[in-house]
């Protein structure tokens, strides 16, 4: 281990640079207090490939998620935050200071915001693995463009799944939209979507399990599912699974980070972890809504309980 | 050493704004094939490839070996254009 003089040090540390990284660096830099995000995948975290977001507050048409995502980062880095592109692989509780492993080397921070939010749950299915990214995907933003004029499946019911397959229609010749149970997306979603069904490009089928992904060579050609006990093939060219989230907290398991069952950040209502100075805020923390806006919320939150921190007047942790 | 790098894009992909991005924070060119605007190239890209998905970034060697990274993936990238 590094000599700890030699480690670079930094007043906060926030890993990811999803909505409530960002909103949570705009409040502590604005504060002059210098702050280092780590993002190891894409800034704007999922909010930054999703097509489009209507339900943030003060966009009256909706606006992209790679937009949104946009236009928090260079408020972000206009007070002076510094995004580093790399990935924060441990958290070491060392009193005063934090140390944390990173693709960079070490680095100390005095306070850190855990904000690495979820990313969309596999299925689990035969196929599934064996034919990522070549024809089952996560990203309709990403890889819709390679099925113009092709059939697709969409897996899911939530917000998430109605709102790509919406997407999905301007490349796509048909969508068989696979939903477990009953589709769970808002109202609104769902009467966009009606629009799609009535034109014949979109088919629903609820109460229908996926089963298996099966290919021929290199690339998927049906989806297996079972709907009232049958089996039922459905002819595809490609799949796009949308079917929930799970947190990015694998790095924290080693630590003495509390997470609840499926992994998520416990916090106190300060949005403390178990670990004093350490932070969490938005889609990885326990209990959170999984909302941009709500993550934006609980990172300016954050960031006013990490001032109050650093100047010594905040409560204690509760375990 | 670099000779050129390719990366394939959409409009709409996250992930390839990340990736020219971290190549121009390193100072590096490169040509950008945009599939939205040429579909006819995407079959070039899945060739490349292997998978129906981008960024896929081409790093074209002195030597004219290539390196064809998939996604955006700094484990890979960062030593393919060092």
Redesign the interface.
């Known amino acids: 281990m590094a000599d700890p003089q030699d480690i670079p040090q930094h007043d906060v540390i926030i890993i990811g640079a999803g909505p409530a990284a960002l909103s949570a660096a705009i409040y502590t830099t604005r504060e002059d207090i210098e702050t280092v995000l780590f993002e190891?995948?894409?800034?704007?975290g999922l909010a930054?490939?999703t097509?489009k977001i209507d339900n943030y507050p003060g966009f009256a048409d909706g606006v992209?998620?790679?937009k949104l995502?946009?236009e928090l980062r260079k408020q972000a880095e206009r007070f002076g935050a510094v995004i580093e592109?790399?990935?924060v692989t441990a958290i070491h509780d060392e009193g005063k200071l934090k140390r944390l492993e990173t693709?960079s080397g070490d680095m100390l921070a005095r306070a850190v915001l855990i904000a690495t939010g979820s990313d969309y749950k596999k299925i689990g299915v035969p196929g599934e693995q064996q034919y990522y990214?070549?024809?089952v995907?996560y990203?309709a933003?990403?890889?819709?463009?390679?099925?113009?004029d092709k059939r697709l499946v969409v897996v899911g019911g939530g917000n998430s799944a109605i709102q790509e397959t919406i997407f999905l229609t301007r490349f796509a010749s048909h969508i068989d939209l696979l939903v477990r149970s009953t589709i769970k997306a808002s109202d609104i979603l769902q009467h966009e979507l009606e629009e799609f069904v009535k034109q014949g490009k979109v088919t629903v089928h609820l109460g229908t399990t996926t089963d298996e992904i099966v290919g021929e060579e290199?690339?998927v050609t049906k989806v297996i599912g079972t709907k009232d006990s049958k089996k039922v093939d459905f002819p595809t060219d490609?799949v796009f699974v949308f079917v929930g989230l799970e947190p990015n907290s694998q790095f924290l398991k080693p630590s003495p980070i509390k997470l609840d069952d499926i992994g998520f950040v416990m916090t106190d209502q300060h949005l403390h972890t178990s670990i004093r100075g350490v932070f969490a805020a938005g889609d990885i923390r326990s209990g959170a809504t999984m909302q941009i806006a709500s993550a934006a919320g609980e990172g300016a939150t954050a960031a006013l309980k990490i001032r109050e921190y650093l100047e010594d007047r905040s409560h204690p942790v509760q375990n | 050493m670099v000779k050129n790098i390719t990366i394939f894009t959409?409009n709409?992909?996250?992930?390839?704004?990340?990736v020219k991005?971290?190549l121009g924070?390193k100072g590096m060119t490169y040509e950008e094939v945009n599939?939205?605007e040429h579909?006819h190239r995407?079959a070039e890209a899945?060739d490349l490839s292997?998978?129906?998905?981008?960024?896929v970034t081409v790093v074209t060697k002195q030597d004219d070996s290539q390196e064809v990274i998939?996604?955006?993936n700094?484990?890979r990238l960062a030593p393919a254009v060092a």
């Open positions: 190891r995948g894409v800034v704007g930054a490939v097509d992209e998620g790679l995502s946009e592109l790399g990935e693709t990214a070549r024809g995907h990203c933003t990403c890889d819709g463009a390679f099925y113009r290199k690339f490609g | 959409t709409t992909c996250g992930y390839c704004q990340m991005k971290y924070a599939l939205d579909p995407q899945i292997g998978a129906m998905t981008v960024p998939v996604g955006y700094l484990a």
